[in-house]
């Protein structure tokens, strides 16, 4: 039943000819040309938009969001209405009419009692405190959503919530205010998230100040949210998933790559920074396999960020904390569950990855994320996770079962937009001797000689993006690990590198000595 169904009740059972409403105002029923107050309490414009909204036609809603009046029909258990909004001065105001002459339904009144024959006049003074708190939720629903949609209208990453800014939306990696909107209030926020949280992530909020869940506006997108608290009070964090699996092929994964999602068991791993597009390379990954084999695949995320239908596989998708207890727990029990794929959203700790890799040797495709910035330095750090007593053995294991990490990060592309660069290590017999033997520090040479096998070292997928002018050479720079190694290639190849000294000066070889200045005694020449 909508909000306003019960406004719409009390009009009619006292014969009203029309309920108004408006921005700071209360409601009030015009009864005999007299308009009556019904309510306590005044609507904010945006409640007042939130009720409107809850009624409208699809045609009306649009134009009631871009800030325009609207005439529509809305009918309901006591008649039909005819609605009017309008918006002067920035000041939201509403009419509904009964149709039929003020009566939407034939009401007979008695004259000696001036009771109704639907059993008695309503009160002209309604409790509106669940209204009034319905409404102020639905409103800052509206309110978030409108600032969701304008993120993903402008081509936006991630929308920062904070008290005493104005929303931020994260655009090509840089950081913009959103003009025109006011600063928000602990209070304003607050609701805002609040309203679009479930009730577990509400009482995770509430105790420990911070929580993860995902929102999703339905034709438009699904977010992954974090809401948390600092010393200035509510703050927020959404970044849009797009409600489009993006494709292998649009992300542009190698044929190497993509070869790695019709292995029958083993550990794939997709590795980077927080922001680098792991979720996104997962999924294509994902989608590839539900496209292509028959299989059932299970999804351990928290919180299950892109959707996936089934197609060809069976999807059983998990959410950490709603569907099961945790990673380890999820990844366990899925043994249990006839699953030929696994995808873990994150190893997080030393008994998920202990897990994770005898899942993949007894016979299972594994698919994890670490936060790791290179391929070797992704299997160091899984070893030294584990006590020392046990690394030897999981050198052993991590040896065979290790079937390919994909270590990537997002550069600023000219023009506008990100590019992802890659760096591929696959499985091959030397990899697999040096990870068993503890020299992981030699895994870089093999991947350099190894190109032709589909292995990509990340100043080569960086250097690849600069000679296509995907990537400005500083940016390229600035996300490279080896970057001496790495400013040694842009010189060679002619690109320009003066803002290089300005940057880093220990990237650049110190300057010649001129032995006059330097006060040195000049060589005698050989007679």
Same mark, same amino acid.
């Given at each position: 039943?909508?909000?306003?169904?019960?406004?719409?009740a009390?009009?009619?059972t006292?014969?009203g000819?029309?309920?108004?409403?408006?921005?700071?105002d209360?409601?009030?029923?015009?009864?005999?040309?007299v308009?009556?107050?019904?309510?306590k309490?005044?609507?904010?414009?945006?409640?007042l938009?939130a009720?409107?909204?809850?009624?409208?036609t699809?045609?009306?809603?649009?134009l009631?969001? *871009?800030?325009?009046?609207?005439?529509?029909?809305?009918?309901?258990?006591?008649g /039909?209405?005819?609605?009017?909004?309008?918006?002067?001065?920035?000041?939201? /105001?509403? /009419?509904?009419?009964?149709?039929?002459?003020?009566a939407?339904?034939?009401?007979?009144?008695?004259?000696?009692t001036?009771?109704?024959?639907?059993g008695?006049a309503?009160?002209?003074?309604?409790?509106?405190?669940?209204?009034?708190?319905?409404?102020?939720?639905?409103?800052?629903?509206?309110?978030?959503?409108?600032?969701l949609?304008?993120?993903?209208?402008?081509?936006?990453?991630?929308?920062?919530?904070?008290?005493g800014?104005?929303?931020?939306?994260?655009?090509?990696?840089?950081m913009?205010?959103?003009?025109g909107?006011?600063?928000l209030?602990n209070? *304003?926020?607050?609701?805002?998230?609040?309203?679009?949280m479930?009730d577990?992530?509400?009482?995770?909020?509430?105790?420990?100040n911070?929580?993860?869940?995902?929102?999703?506006i339905?034709?438009?997108a699904?977010? &992954?949210c974090n809401?948390? *608290?600092?010393r200035?009070g509510?703050?927020?964090?959404?970044?849009?998933i797009?409600a489009?699996?993006?494709?292998?092929?649009q992300?542009?994964l190698?044929?190497?790559?993509?070869?790695?999602?019709?292995l029958?068991k083993?550990?794939?791993l997709?590795?980077?920074?927080?922001? %680098?597009?792991?979720?996104?390379?997962?999924?294509?990954l994902?989608d590839l396999?539900? &496209?292509?084999?028959?299989d059932?695949?299970?999804?351990?995320?928290?919180?299950?960020? +892109?959707?996936?239908?089934?197609?060809?596989?069976?999807?059983t998708?998990?959410?950490?904390?709603?569907?099961? %207890?945790s +990673?380890?727990?999820?990844?366990r029990?899925?043994?249990r569950?006839?699953?030929?794929?696994?995808?873990v959203g994150?190893l997080?700790?030393?008994?998920?990855?202990?897990?994770a890799?005898?899942t993949?040797?007894?016979g299972?495709?594994?698919?994890?994320?670490?936060?790791?910035t290179t391929?070797? %330095?992704?299997?160091?750090r899984?070893?030294d996770?584990f006590?020392?007593d046990?690394?030897?053995?999981?050198?052993?294991?991590?040896?065979?079962s290790?079937?390919?990490?994909?270590?990537?990060t997002?550069?600023?592309?000219?023009?506008?937009g *990100?590019?992802a660069?890659?760096e591929i290590?696959?499985?091959?017999?030397?990899?697999s001797?040096?990870?068993?033997?503890?020299k992981t +520090?030699?895994?870089?040479?093999?991947?350099?000689?190894?190109? &032709?096998?589909?292995?990509?070292?990340?100043?080569d997928?960086?250097i690849?993006l600069v000679?296509k002018?995907?990537?400005?050479?500083?940016e390229?720079?600035?996300?490279a690990?080896?970057?001496?190694?790495?400013a040694?290639?842009?010189?060679? &190849?002619g690109?320009d590198? %003066?803002?290089l000294?300005?940057?880093d000066?220990s990237?650049?070889?110190p300057?010649k000595?001129?032995?006059?200045?330097?006060?040195?005694?000049?060589?005698?020449?050989k007679?």
């Open positions: 039943m909508a909000q306003l169904d019960r406004f719409l009390v009009l009619v006292n014969h000819t029309a309920l108004h409403l408006g921005t700071d209360v409601a009030k029923l015009e009864i005999g040309g308009p009556r107050p019904v309510t309490q005044a609507f904010t414009s945006a409640q938009l009720l409107l909204r809850e009624i409208a699809p045609e009306a809603a649009d009631l969001d *871009r800030g325009r009046g609207a005439t529509f029909a809305y009918a309901c258990a006591d /039909t209405f005819a609605v009017t909004a309008t918006l002067a001065g920035g000041r939201l /105001t509403a /009419t509904l009419v009964p149709e039929g002459n003020g939407a339904a034939p009401v007979s009144m008695h004259a000696a001036g009771t109704h024959s639907n008695g309503r009160p002209l003074t309604m409790e509106t405190g669940a209204i009034v708190n319905d409404t102020a939720t639905e409103a800052a629903r509206v309110e978030i959503d409108a600032l949609r304008q993120l993903v209208e402008k081509s936006g990453s991630d929308l920062h919530l904070r008290v800014e104005p929303p931020i939306i994260r655009m090509h990696g840089e913009t205010r959103i003009e909107v006011q600063p209030t209070d *304003r926020l607050e609701s805002m998230l609040l309203a679009i479930p577990r992530n509400r009482r995770e909020y509430t105790e420990l911070d929580t993860d869940f995902a929102y999703e339905t034709g438009l699904r977010f &992954r809401a948390l *608290r600092d200035k509510a703050g927020a964090v959404a970044r849009v797009p489009t699996v993006v494709t292998t092929d992300l542009g190698s044929t190497e790559v993509q070869q790695l999602c019709f029958t083993g550990l794939v997709v590795t980077g920074p927080t922001g %680098s597009g792991k979720s996104t390379t997962l999924c294509a994902i396999i539900n &496209r292509m084999r028959t059932h695949v299970i999804t351990i995320e928290d919180p299950i960020e +892109f959707v996936h239908p089934n197609k060809s596989c069976l999807i998708q998990r959410q950490v904390g709603v569907h099961t %207890s +990673f380890k727990h999820a990844l029990a899925a043994l569950e006839d699953p030929d794929i696994v995808l994150e997080r700790d030393l008994e998920t990855m202990s897990i890799i005898e993949a040797e007894t299972h495709l594994v698919f994890g994320t670490l936060h790791t391929a070797s %330095s992704t299997i160091d899984i070893i996770q006590p020392p046990r690394q030897e053995q999981i050198r052993v294991m991590l040896s065979e290790l079937k390919g990490v994909i270590s990537q997002l550069c600023k592309k000219i023009g506008g *990100r590019v660069a890659r290590l696959l499985s091959i017999p030397a990899v001797n040096l990870i068993r033997e503890g +520090f030699q895994i870089p040479s093999i991947m350099q000689t190894s190109r &032709r096998l589909g292995m990509v070292t990340l100043n997928a960086l690849e000679d002018k995907q990537v400005e050479p500083r390229a720079y600035l996300k690990v080896e970057k001496i190694v790495f040694n290639m842009l010189k060679q &190849r690109h590198v %003066s803002w000294e300005m940057l000066p990237a650049s070889p300057p000595a001129d032995p006059q200045k330097a006060g040195a005694r000049p060589v005698a020449a007679r």
